[in-house]
């Protein structure tokens, strides 16, 4: 006898199998789910750090870039009156504004090397910085002129009247021995009369600011100087 069935034979391996793939698939589902936020801070914190990086660099290059836009403007300047005046000698970098109060000196990026002297004028486009004091190969000393020990022959510019210029070691100058009578205005310009056999004629020095004192034949005045002594970059040495 022989029994024939039209039903399949029962295969229970493959629905097992089938079961499993779709809990895996729900399983992946639920992972991707459950991750995804997780994955997508971690690359948006990536990326901000990425551009925090980027923003760093290109700050860093726009203020490198301004650095050299500005150096560039004072550079012209002193190419301007460089070729005005034909006795400088160097132009040279500051590169130490010193740690004492007195003297009040600076240094320079320009020695004998250079040919750079003793008592040689040293100035910026805008007016007198000071004179050398000392000189080494490769570097030389300024003492300034806001510095008591500084003196030179000055003139004001609109009078022409003379007298001597002095610093008075706040970063300030004081004007001595200038005739009571002159009549003086605040803002009135001095500049070097080129009479003490150091400094050159006509090179601005400061302006006038107040009354300090008079006596029987002078009257001293408080001067503001031309430059700004610590804001001192690039300076020229004159002959």
Not at 11 to 20: F, K, Y
Not at 66 to 79: G, V
Request: with cysteine.
């Amino acid at each position: 006898m022989v029994f024939q069935s039209t039903r399949q034979p029962f295969r229970p391996l493959p629905r097992i199998q089938n079961s499993l793939v779709q809990l895996m698939d729900l399983f992946d589902d639920a992972y991707e789910r459950v991750t995804y936020p997780v994955r997508l801070y971690t690359r948006i914190r990536d990326e901000n750090v990425q551009l925090r990086k980027e923003v760093a660099r290109l700050r860093l290059q726009v203020q490198r870039d301004k650095e050299i836009r500005l150096e560039n403007k004072r550079l012209k300047r002193l190419l301007h009156v460089k070729e005005r005046q034909h006795s400088i000698v160097a132009v040279a970098r500051v590169i130490s504004s010193g740690l004492r109060k007195w003297p009040a000196i600076i240094l320079i990026n320009k020695g004998k090397k250079d040919g750079i002297k003793k008592d040689m004028t040293v100035r910026t486009a805008d007016g007198l910085v000071g004179k050398i004091v000392e000189v080494m190969p490769e570097y030389s000393r300024v003492l300034l002129l806001t510095d008591p020990g500084f003196s030179a022959s000055v003139r004001i510019q609109s009078t022409r009247t003379e007298a001597i210029i002095t610093g008075r070691g706040d970063g300030r100058c004081i004007l001595k021995y200038l005739p009571k009578e002159e009549p003086l205005e605040r803002g009135q310009l001095l500049v070097t009369s080129g009479l003490d056999g150091i400094f050159p004629k006509g090179i601005p020095v400061g302006y006038i600011d107040s009354i300090a004192g008079r006596d029987e034949l002078f009257v001293t005045v408080n001067v503001k100087p031309v430059i700004g002594i610590n804001r001192l970059e690039e300076v020229m040495i004159i002959r």
